[in-house]
């Protein structure tokens, strides 16, 4: 009888001990990595596992192919064929590759075990656990990687808040329009507005993507939270070298010694030397360098621009405007000040400003350089608008060292982590796209009051008591999403309100209100006369008038539209901030004019209305009634130091300030 209790114990411990065992080592998984061999060039990313199948689109309407050193998660085979899964332009594609021909692999495969006690470990040391596994991967395949938290001060959606107050703080560039911002200042009357040249605001949705870290943890673009700081062990001229390689700056340059005599040095000893003096990565230059000139070079590089022969500017450094020409002429005024009269002098003396944003404003990784999460105050030091920045630039830094050998190297990365949760997903996905505006509406024969922009929702228009019917008309701005209220519609009463339902490819709603009232004769009051005609009002403070506009000009256009309407303007020039305008008609009203950035009200956008927003913000002199709404240039009910800046960039013709 012990005997028999003694086995039957004895194989409940070894049962136990197994299911451990067993529950242990399935808590591992499994994670296989590719990585394009060397030499090999342009391998297709098909639909299936066959030569003859379709190649996938990249979301611009581009084949996809792969070069070494791409890197990607090997998810399956098939034949002569990996399934794969690839981050490409941002975008996450599965898809297959070939394995190679008779001669050559065209991959390199390494697999590796992910334990589940590293992945807590990431989650012990202050990492959320959607964070986790993905680190686990990157510090299983590369060992001497460090991987720091780096702890925001504000929830995920504050930040994004933030990020999305003011339309031209992110911008972003290509023909794909799901990735653009409809919101105000980025998109009217069915049209984005141009920022800088072919540059757009970056939708929230497209935002919250390139703002999450997890979407980054991965071999190619994890460098964005590298530290940015001048490291001797790990930033050779070898490398430089490298980076450079297949770009204008393969070769040599110059420079003038202390005898004005033209000295030949090549562009990598240039960088290297920048690097040196001022603290910062040969790395991080280069690949801005190649970020703002691309590979070919600009005329900001080449110093033969017409007005400005023999100047460089290789960091795009205060190149700013509307238009290309703009954006040439005030970056090479500014190396004509700092007389950078060779690339040398441009690349070691324009290396100074881009070492201050890692010392001074603290923002040591490419990540903050362009979303500014350093210090005390957030949003308002940031380098780039460019949203995609640190995603394209960290790739050249992956593609450098891997190339040179140095790709396990103990770098250190510096992660953001936020306070309270993190979203469940961000993502470029059309599927969960969020806009849900439209880009026209309209009524037959009912004018909408006020005129027709995205982000107004309702709606008031009058018509004849004779009409019975009309018909809606309604476009969204996204494909992807569908209008409901559209159509014929019956006008039963004298009063009739019609919603039109957007609903994005989120399932997020937005409704568009109009409410159509019949009358014996259509009078308008003085603020549908104004909204017909497209003025802005913000309790009678009245703006969005044409640039330069004189008092004149504009009583023409409403005598012109609407002949019994009297208008009086209280000075006969240019529009400028504090005149009065009095319409009278179908009853009578006063507005006060507002020019944004106009605040002493002299028409003009100069250095004495830059020094009244500064004074308003030191409470030395406060602004008030039109004048403060016009100091208020970026229309959030506060003037702060952002109002400063947009002032600062209108008067240097850097930014026009948008009305």
Known sequence: MIILFCQAFFKFILLLLLFCFVTSVSADTTYKQGVIAKGVTDVYVRKCASSHCDRILSDTGSKISISYPRAFEIIGEEGNFYKIRLQYSGFWYEGFITKGNSSISFVDVKEYK???????????????????RNLAVLKSVHPTWEFMPYNVNATFDEVVAGETRYVNLNLINGSNETLRSTEDGAYSDGKWITFEGGWYAASKQTIKFYLDPRNFLNDERVFMFEELAYKESIHTEELVQTMLRGTFMEGNTFYYNDSNEKVEVSYARTFMDS??????????????????????????????????????????????????????RSGLAYAKKKNWNSPYAAIVDGGNLLSRYVTEYKQSTLYLQKFDLAGET???????????????????????????????????FSIPVFKGDMPTLTTLDVNYNEDNTLASLSVTGCNLMPSFTSSATNYTCYISKDVNKVT????????????????????????????????????????YTILIQKREEILYSPDEVLSNLQINIKNNYISRF??????????SQINLNYPTMIAEISENKILSTGMTLKLKGNGEKTYTIVIYGDNNGDGNID???????????????????????????????????????????????YKKIVQ
Do not use: W
């Open 378 to 412: 957030y949003y308002s030091t940031q380098y780039m608008q460019n949203v995609r920045a640190p995603y394209s630039e960290s790739f050249n830094y992956y593609e450098g060292y891997y190339d040179n050998g140095l790709i396990d190297t103990g770098f250190i």
């Open 607 to 653: 250095i004495v209305d830059l020094l009244k927003v500064q004074k308003d913000i030191l409470g030395v002199n406060k602004l008030t009634d039109g004048y403060r709404e016009a100091a208020d240039v970026n229309k959030d009910g506060v003037v702060d130091k952002l109002d400063y800046l947009a002032v600062l960039r209108d008067y240097y013709g």
């Open 546 to 555: 044409d640039e330069n506009i004189d008092a004149s000009s504009f009583i």
């Open 114 to 132: 992910i334990s589940d006690s590293l992945i807590t470990e990431y989650i012990n040391k202050g990492f959320p656990e959607s964070y986790a």
């Open 472 to 511: 809606v008309n309604a476009t969204a701005t996204n494909v992807n999403a569908k209008v409901e209220g559209i159509g014929e519609k019956t006008l039963d009463n004298d009063e009739t309100k019609l919603d039109v339902v957007v609903t994005s490819a989120s399932g997020d709603k937005k409704t």
């Open 275 to 328: 690097a040196k003096k001022n603290g910062v990565s040969p790395v991080h230059l280069v690949a801005r360098a190649i970020q703002e000139q691309g590979t070919r070079g600009s005329v900001l590089s080449s110093g033969d621009n017409a007005e400005y022969p023999g100047y460089y500017n290789f960091f795009n450094i205060n190149a700013s405007g509307k238009t290309q020409a703009d954006i040439i």
